[in-house]
């Protein structure tokens, strides 16, 4: 598919990300002018809240013509809160436009996706935008992208002039006057090209300079395979560059493999609910084709759905087209059942995710009366289906519905939404941070399920602790005889379930379990006894072997002026953070280290008062470490707790027997 490109648009918050997309669909003939984000005006912000608070919210998929191609492209959030929708369309792009600022340079949220764009190798594009403004330098901006992000970063152009005095940028590889004329610009270029072939280089020692065909054939041919990050400059905002960008990215990415003779497969990777159609579900296909009223099976559920219609959208405009075909995005109406991620036909030649959203906050919800509720469930649980990661809990018998976020503005949007959609008014209580639990040492858990009758479920259990970050590991070293294979799938089914409450109510990580005993009986077992005994095994082990309390943390990067740096280093220490010896940067201060998520809540807002608002904050997830002694957090346990046996196992044998 020569003639396509998947590409998404990725940024810290207000780099220019929606400006840049409608500059691009103005250009493209799609749109008649183009929108405004802060007059609310934008295509791809069409949601209420976006439009109101003028940031996106969502991930919006946009598709325009460009050269005799066809170019789907995707605007993501460029705000901490919604890095979820990130993640989510990284998967399914091919190449990428990374734009920073040229003012404020590399930004916290800008080094996370990069992170995450190199991990998964997709050919990327830097953007550096706001070349008008006050304070744009795209030498440093240059040095700092290649300082922070990849050497492999280079100039494809050389701005023509700054601030004010912006006029563009002039291609250096149109001829070889312009390779010559960008100053260092070109010498960046033509040296990163000579320094990756034998040939070129021994060229460059010899004349001094290259051939600029050469170094337009080895950037593109580099540029595509993600082995060189060309970069370019711009001004949005006034529409100086954007054609410029527009014509890099059909010469300099990638298009798209997949064959359409193959099997069908696919991912789901974002929902919308239309008024009319209910669910739609926006499909990467990677192989195979899928046409109006086929037939399509979802490998995750195991289900099958007919296709209604098959749309391409543009903001809130959608076609029925009829036909997505290998290497398309397209939006698949009548999968009523559809989530987030899952694999449409065969999951094989589907790329795997990068997880780069980790909530570390969780709230209560609250709405106006008690019949609110089915209807207040209902929403969540439809908000929930397009966002996984605000893993709904709910307390049936307190009747209290708890989500996990990732900031406070999520929870701002969470309202709005749930009130412009639902009609339904919903407020959040303070923020509490996401602890977990380890166990504290090596031990075993046991439990013998015998009554009341008909019950026969025994089990033992070995468990041990795991270095940080290494999560759940499960093994089993019981035998068929003892234990039939489909009892044995069942516990290791319901571990990961039993894990999810320690003895503080928070989920258990860290550590292997290991099934080393387990006991079935012929007349009197019941197929969901091991439903009911492995949490019970589980946490009687947990129960013998204590567990430890482990806090999220934030990794930061701080830069202050100078005559602020001894009080902010004592707030540091105040907050309990560990930081590397601050560098001197001009009259600025930078630091580096990471600190308690519980600590600093409040620390952006305190770090604007004691700096005069000089101060530069920029965090991201930044892994668990065990609490201090001092430290303790406990959360109020969902349903009857499996070490009070007599009444969890009345409690679990009625909800079976429900269901």
Wanted: charged fraction near 25%; hydrophobic fraction near 40%.
């Amino acid at each position: 598919m020569k003639g396509l490109r998947n590409v998404g648009l990725f940024a810290h918050v207000d780099a220019g990300k929606t400006t840049t997309t409608e500059q691009m669909l103005y250009r493209s003939g799609r749109i008649r002018a183009p929108g405004s984000v802060d007059a609310g005006t934008a295509q791809t912000d069409w949601l209420e809240v976006e439009r109101a608070r003028g940031i996106s919210v969502r991930a919006a998929v946009t598709r325009f013509e460009w050269r005799d191609v066809g170019v789907n492209l995707v605007d993501t959030p460029g705000h901490v809160d919604f890095l979820s929708e990130v993640e989510r369309s990284l998967r399914v792009m091919d190449g990428a436009v990374l734009i920073v600022s040229a003012v404020e340079g590399v930004q916290a949220q800008t080094e996370v996706i990069w992170q995450a764009l190199r991990e998964l190798r997709i050919p990327t594009l830097i953007y550096v935008n706001k070349m008008d403004r006050i304070g744009a330098d795209p030498a440093a901006v240059v040095a700092q992208v290649r300082r922070l992000l990849s050497a492999d970063a280079v100039p494809a152009q050389a701005p023509q002039g700054a601030e004010a005095t912006f006029a563009g940028a002039r291609s250096l590889t149109e001829s070889d006057e312009a390779l010559a004329a960008g100053g260092p610009f070109g010498t960046l270029l033509a040296e990163a090209v000579a320094e990756r072939d034998e040939r070129l280089l021994a060229h460059y020692l010899e004349e001094g300079t290259l051939p600029c065909a050469e170094v337009s054939a080895a950037l593109t041919a580099r540029a595509r395979r993600g082995e060189l990050f060309p970069i370019l400059f711009g001004a949005s905002g006034k529409g100086i560059g954007v054609g410029a960008l527009m014509d890099a990215i059909v010469h300099l990415l990638p298009s798209p493999g997949g064959d359409p003779d193959a099997d069908v497969a696919g991912v789901v990777f974002k929902l919308e609910r239309d008024p009319v159609m209910g669910r739609v579900a926006y499909v990467r296909l990677y192989g195979g084709t899928i046409r109006n009223r086929d037939t399509v099976r979802n490998a995750t559920q195991d289900t099958t759905d007919k296709v209604t219609q098959i749309r391409k959208i543009d903001g809130r405009k959608a076609e029925d087209v009829g036909l997505l075909q290998a290497g398309d995005i397209a939006a698949v109406c009548g999968w009523s059942r559809a989530r987030i991620g899952d694999f449409v036909g065969s999951p094989a030649g589907v790329p795997g995710e990068r997880r780069m959203a980790v909530p570390l906050l969780t709230v209560q919800a609250h709405w106006q009366n008690e019949a609110e509720y089915p209807a207040v469930v209902a929403a969540f649980q439809e908000l929930a289906d397009e966002d996984p990661h605000l893993d709904l809990q709910w307390l049936q018998d307190e009747r209290e519905l708890h989500l996990k976020v990732m900031g406070p503005i999520q929870t701002e949007v969470l309202a709005s939404v749930l009130q412009s959609r639902f009609g339904l008014a919903v407020t959040f209580g303070a923020p509490s941070v996401i602890y977990k639990e380890t166990p504290a040492g090596m031990g075993e858990g046991y439990v013998a399920y015998l009554a009341p009758k008909p019950c026969w479920a025994i089990l033992r259990f070995s468990i041990e602790p795991l270095p940080r970050g290494s999560g759940l590991v499960y093994a089993s070293t019981v035998r068929g005889e003892r234990l039939l294979e489909s009892y044995r799938n069942e516990v290791a089914r319901r571990v990961p379930e039993a894990l999810q409450q320690g003895l503080r109510g928070w989920e258990v990580t860290d550590l292997k379990v290991t099934l080393i005993e387990g006991e079935h009986h012929v007349w009197h077992t019941h197929p969901l006894d091991f439903v009911i005994a492995t949490p019970m095994g589980i946490m009687d082990g947990l129960a013998r072997i204590g567990t430890r309390l482990l806090e999220p943390l934030l990794r930061f990067r701080l830069s202050v002026p100078e005559e602020f740096g001894g009080k902010v280093m004592n707030e540091l220490i105040v907050m309990r953070g560990v930081f590397e010896t601050p560098v001197l940067a001009g009259e600025r201060m930078e630091i580096e280290g990471v600190l308690p998520v519980a600590t600093s809540l409040d620390f952006p807002a305190r770090l604007g008062s004691m700096t005069k608002g000089r101060g530069v904050l920029s965090t991201s997830f930044g892994g668990y470490q065990e609490s201090p002694p001092d430290v303790d957090a406990e959360r109020k346990r969902r349903g009857a707790n499996p070490l009070d046996q007599a009444r969890y196992i009345l409690a679990a044998r009625s909800a079976l027997s429900a269901q």
